[in-house]
């Protein structure tokens, strides 16, 4: 019997998902630490902008990894008869966020907190719920309906991590 992988592709996507969340929230925090120091000369001379950028880039970079990692778990979760299908309805829902998040970042000019809050919450909120996902590292591609019963079941077996 082969042995569920310690960093799977579900674990790894939720991590970042996390990260990236709690990322959002500090940066939100230091950006209102140092709202006065925005419009100064040299900003980068206060230590919360310096912390808000670099806390900032290591979230986008988080919420960059889980993104990439997205795909290849959508694609392993359904049978090849609607993989195709449901992993177009899937990026079109990401491409309907796409659309909205200007509007989110629109708030910025109402409350400056509410953009970082906003999408940290959703990034926390798709990472408690990617938690619930099978794992599928180690899984063979689904091939039709009842290997993904046996799938989301938990009764699938595993194949040799080489």
């Given at each position: ?13 939720s ?89 989110f970042?629109?708030?910025y ?54």
């Amino acid at each position: 019997m082969v042995e569920k992988p310690q960093f799977g592709r579900k674990n790894t996507m939720s991590g970042c998902l996390l990260i990236g969340g709690a990322l959002s929230y500090l940066s939100t925090v230091f950006s209102e630490l140092s709202i006065c120091e925005k419009d100064a000369e040299n900003p980068f001379e206060n230590g919360f902008v310096v912390a808000g950028f670099v806390v900032s880039i290591l979230g986008k970079a988080a919420i960059s990894m889980s993104f990439s990692i997205v795909y290849n778990v959508t694609a392993e979760l359904f049978p090849t008869q609607v993989r195709a299908n449901a992993v177009g309805l899937c990026s079109m829902i990401a491409r309907i966020g796409g659309i909205i998040a200007p509007m989110f970042l629109a708030l910025y000019n109402v409350y400056s907190w509410a953009p970082g809050v906003l999408f940290g919450t959703f990034a926390i909120t798709a990472g408690v719920f990617g938690f619930f996902l099978p794992e599928t590292q180690g899984i063979p591609m689904l091939m039709n309906f009842d290997d993904a019963l046996l799938l989301y079941t938990g009764q699938m077996k595993r194949t040799r991590l080489e």
